[in-house]
């Protein structure tokens, strides 16, 4: 299938590290990268799956689709980068599923949190 051969998007994984700091307060970073340049294709998110999420109280974005399990969860980033060079940073809000296509295109659920720049 020549879509599958042709995501326009480049993405990286982060996974959060937590620490406490000198106040009892906590800081994330990201310094644990678990995949750099997969391809993959960011869509907005439909009014449904908006709305699906936000009775769980979960505030959704965009849906990121990749050609095979990304093995991300709630702890990371995906920073993707489209054809132009923009960089936009997302929190992952869902695990990786199975879209109607079976095992062939896996979607994750996603906040956009800054545009233009990577923590």
Known sequence: MALLDNFPHLC???RRTRTSDARAGTVDSYST????ARKAWKQF?????ILEFDKRGISIT?????????????KDILVVTD??????TYEVRSKGRPDSLGDRVWKVFCEETTTGSTP
Request: glycine fraction near 4%; proline fraction near 3%; charge should be negative.
């Open 12 to 14: 990286t994984a982060k």
């Open 33 to 36: 990268i678990l995949f750099t």
């Open 45 to 49: 998110a439909t009014q449904r799956q």
């Open 62 to 74: 965009d849906v990121v689709y990749f050609l095979q399990d990304p093995e991300v969860d709630e």
């Open 83 to 88: 054809q132009l060079g923009t960089v936009v």
